[in-house]
Nanobody, 115 residues
Framework: QVQLVESGGGLVQPGGSLRLSCAASRSIFSVNAMGWYRQVPGKQRELVAALSSGSSTNYADSVKGRFTISRDMAKNTVYLQMNSLKPEDTAVYYC?????????WGQGTQVTVSS
């Protein structure tokens, strides 16, 4: 069992930045993949950014060039650096870890982009 705790969400103006953190309760050295998803009311949860065990990354087209996913093995933490935020980035952001055959989710952190 793995517990994930997200932090770093909040209210930011358009054009601003936030860094989300996802702290895992165990080592992330052997995870198969990790990622960030987001969801707005009435819509399906969507992939924002993913990082494989081999360090390859994948981003939603809507965030390419603005968001960066990274990890700190020593801190068992995954990050999502979000720059040039737009109102349409407003959502609840969820951290996900895949340790086959299971995947684990955090509780979510709200990001609101508004002036």
């Amino acid at each position: 069992q793995v517990q994930l705790v997200e932090s770093g969400g909040g209210l930011v103006q358009p054009g601003g930045s936030l860094r989300l953190s996802c702290a895992a309760s165990r080592s992330i050295f052997s995870v198969n993949a990790m990622g960030w998803y987001r969801q707005v009311p009435g819509k399906q949860r969507e992939l924002v950014a993913a990082l494989s065990s081999g360090s390859s990354t994948n981003y939603a087209d809507s965030v390419k060039g603005r968001f960066t996913i990274s990890r700190d093995m020593a801190k068992n933490t995954v990050y999502l650096q979000m720059n040039s935020l737009k109102p349409e980035d407003t959502a609840v952001y969820y951290c996900n870890l895949v340790i086959l055959p299971w995947d684990y989710w955090g509780q979510g952190t709200q990001v609101t982009v508004s002036s």
